[in-house]
């Protein structure tokens, strides 16, 4: 079976359903084939129970509901899977941390937000099998709620050397004019915005969004990326990252779109991390949406995607901007 039949069967297994607490053993169902999955490439996996404290957050419901719409959530309880590979000794600080979310809002069956990163994920896992790497994975659970099963991970797991995050990689687009940027942002960054036009700003890219602490790594997987034949694309966050980021994030509201994925709560921690996405809403008329469907994916692609990732994370540490193997 190639890497594409492969892709192609997680996400069909993982979009029956809607991912949500509000639609019964969907959420188990899809922890059980990435568990088994997983466990069939050698690696160990347990799921680890949270309890977000009581709170008014934003719904999760999706379209058509309004990203306004509050409610309070009491008794949520969360379920981050876990993953380490042959011979590892569990969760330890210097890792590398690679993560997708596995829930979706609850209009939507979700193929590319975010069963695409899940799938690379599982992708990756098999690829690294037998090959010297520090990797550890995570699917977790409640992304939709501002990331609360990364928070979890973020304040409990040893400190990671370096987190990567898949979100939205599956969706890709050849036609000139079917990538957008946010209003502003093209002026703010003035590089990429170039890089877009020279592409007739065609969706046909995956970005790495990272900080200075994670350039090293989102500059290994761009060159890995492009030597697989998958268009890449980078972009820097410029805000300040060290004590009170909290605040001076609030003070610049145009760059806040770079938070939205579970990078977050590590940048909070000052961890580094990287976001790989397709860019969502940028460019997907589907997401959060009925029709996010498993037929919209471009396979040929996310095969790009996982194996540009698999060679970058079984590459030299030095090269990622990382300290020895341990």
């Known amino acids: 079976m190639t890497s594409e039949m492969r892709l ?4 069909d297994a993982l979009c029956p359903t809607p991912r949500h607490r509000d639609v019964p053993g969907s959420l188990q169902a899809a922890r059980a084939h990435c568990r088994e999955q997983l466990e069939g490439a050698g690696w160990t996996a347990e799921e680890r129970v949270f309890r977000p404290r009581p709170a008014l957050r934003l719904s999760d419901a ?11 959530m009491s008794d949520l309880e969360g379920v981050n899977l876990l993953a380490t590979p042959p011979g590892h000794p569990g969760h330890q600080a210097g890792d590398v941390l690679l993560m997708a979310h596995l829930d979706t809002v609850r209009c939507s069956t979700g193929a590319d937000d975010n069963a695409s990163g899940v799938a690379v994920t599982l992708e990756v896992a098999r690829q690294l099998r037998g090959r010297d790497h520090r990797v550890v994975i995570a699917l977790v659970d409640l992304e939709e709620l501002w990331h609360l099963g990364s928070r979890e991970l973020a304040r ?21 004019r079917t990538q957008r940027l946010p209003a502003g942002l093209g002026l703010r960054f003035p590089a990429l915005a170039r890089q877009l036009r020279l592409n007739e700003h065609r969706g046909n890219f995956l970005l790495a969004v990272h900080r200075r602490s994670s350039a090293a790594f989102a500059a290994c997987w761009a060159r890995a990326a492009t030597a697989a034949g998958l268009p890449a694309a980078q972009l820097r966050d410029p805000r300040w990252s060290g ?9 610049n509201p145009l760059l806040m779109d770079l938070d939205r994925s579970d990078h977050e709560p590590f940048w909070r921690r000052r961890i ?5 996405t397709g860019t969502a809403t940028l460019r997907s008329p589907h997401y959060h949406r009925d029709s996010d469907t ?9 095969a790009q995607v996982a194996d540009s990732l698999a060679a970058t994370l079984a590459g ?10 341990l």
């Open 8 to 11: 192609r069967r997680d996400v």
């Open 62 to 72: 999706g379209h058509p509901v309004s990203p306004l719409a509050m409610r309070w």
């Open 156 to 176: 409990t797991l040893p400190r990671a050397e370096l987190v990567v995050c898949l979100d939205a990689v599956g969706f890709f687009d050849e036609r000139p």
């Open 243 to 251: 004590r009170g980021q909290r605040i001076t994030h609030w003070v």
């Open 272 to 276: 580094p991390a990287v976001l790989l």
């Open 294 to 302: 498993p037929d919209t994916l471009d396979y040929a692609r996310l």
């Open 316 to 325: 030299a540490p030095a090269d990622l901007g990382l300290t020895k193997r």
